[in-house]
């Protein structure tokens, strides 16, 4: 059973960096897609950025591109999620999401596997 665990989440002055973490687990990811999403109250869940085990390929929202990088570390099972130059529009809880499907792409609905969330908040 696929288990993701994320960290790093805070809160940050605007203009500032956090750096997110995905710890993955009980499954074999090298087909995997991995995505971040985020949701901000009342609002529906945004993707993020992905990236793809296999080949390091990386995607990126329009609402996070150039400021945002995510990565993974197959040592470690680990996807991380760069933020920088955060503004008060990023404050959302943010997902780690896990698909088996190699050309996932930003649709919540293709990814099966979900972490907790961890709370981003940015203030001005």
């Known amino acids: 059973q696929v288990q993701l665990v994320e960290s790093g989440g805070g809160l940050v002055q605007a203009g500032g960096s956090l750096r997110l973490s995905c710890a993955a687990s009980g499954g074999t990811f090298s087909s995997y897609t991995m995505g971040w999403f985020r949701q901000a109250p009342g609002k529906e869940r945004e993707f993020a950025a992905l990236?793809?085990?296999?080949?390091?390929?990386?995607y990126y929202g329009d609402s996070v591109k150039g400021r945002f990088t995510i990565s993974r570390d197959n040592a470690r099972n680990t996807v991380y999620l760069q933020m920088n130059t955060l503004k008060p529009e990023d404050t959302a809880v943010y997902y780690c999401a896990g698909s088996n499907n190699l050309y996932a792409q930003s649709r919540p609905s293709e990814y099966a596997d979900w972490g907790q969330g961890t709370q981003v908040t940015v203030s001005s």
């Open positions: 990236v793809r085990w296999s080949n390091s390929y990386t």
